[in-house]
């Protein structure tokens, strides 16, 4: 299997990790009124790759290179919600198991999203800027895909979207490879803390349609 194709099995949606399960927030934001159309999804998830989608990608693309316990850590420390941090972890931990599944993975169990990406770019021979790609790519479909369900949004715009956002997506994850070697107290801190509090409300509603 090529590089490339190895790239978009790991970046496919159809990937069974759970992310289907979680809107990046989104839902928080919509039911507080403030992401209502396809204009106002469009600035969300801009804002979400500037941030989460950049703190992705960097640590996405800096596990590739190992030193992945610090990288885990460092990843915890950037996300003040409990909420986040389980929902982060429950998705590191399905994707560690799809991962088992193709590839030769080390032992671990319980790590963030981004870092697990990381693992499993690296188990399938990626380059640390591949595995950026596919973070800074899933931080911003999982809420698309979200926002059709929680808004009615025609797919296709959505998808037109998305399309619009990929030099976006390329730039950060160009971006985030910069901090390949760096210590991880230096990968990039960017946070949205609005999205932390909604984070919080949200874990406390019993009816939702998405974990996070």
């Known amino acids: 299997m090529s590089s490339l194709a190895t790239l978009l099995v790991l970046a496919d949606g159809r990937l069974p990790s759970g992310g289907h399960a979680h809107s990046g927030g989104l ?10 159309s396809l204009g106002d999804v469009e600035g969300f998830l801009r804002g979400r790759l500037h941030t989460a989608g950049l703190v992705a990608a960097a640590f996405a693309a800096a596990a590739v290179a190992g030193r992945v316990a ?11 919600s409990p909420a986040l941090r389980r929902a982060s972890r429950a998705q590191g931990r399905a994707l560690l198991r799809a991962g088992r599944a193709m590839w030769s ?8 999203h981004p870092v697990a990406l990381g693992v499993l770019a690296a188990a399938a021979g990626l380059r640390p ?11 911003v479909t999982g809420p698309a895909s979200a926002a059709v ?4 949004l025609d797919p296709y715009q959505v998808h037109a979207l998305l399309a619009r ?13 910069s901090f390949v070697h760096a210590p991880a107290d230096d990968l990039p801190a960017a946070g949205a803390p609005l999205l932390d509090i909604g984070a919080e409300l949200h874990a406390t509603w019993e009816v939702r349609l998405f974990a996070s």
């Open 149 to 152: 369900r929680l808004l009615g």
């Open 70 to 80: 610090d990288l885990d850590a460092g990843l915890d420390a950037r996300t003040p």
């Open 129 to 139: 800027l591949d595995a950026a790609v596919a973070a800074a790519h899933g931080v």
């Open 105 to 112: 993975l080390p032992a671990f169990r319980d790590l963030h």
């Open 165 to 177: 956002l990929a030099p976006s997506c390329d730039e950060i994850a160009a971006s985030a490879v």
């Open 27 to 36: 839902e928080a934001q919509v039911a507080a009124g403030r992401v209502r």
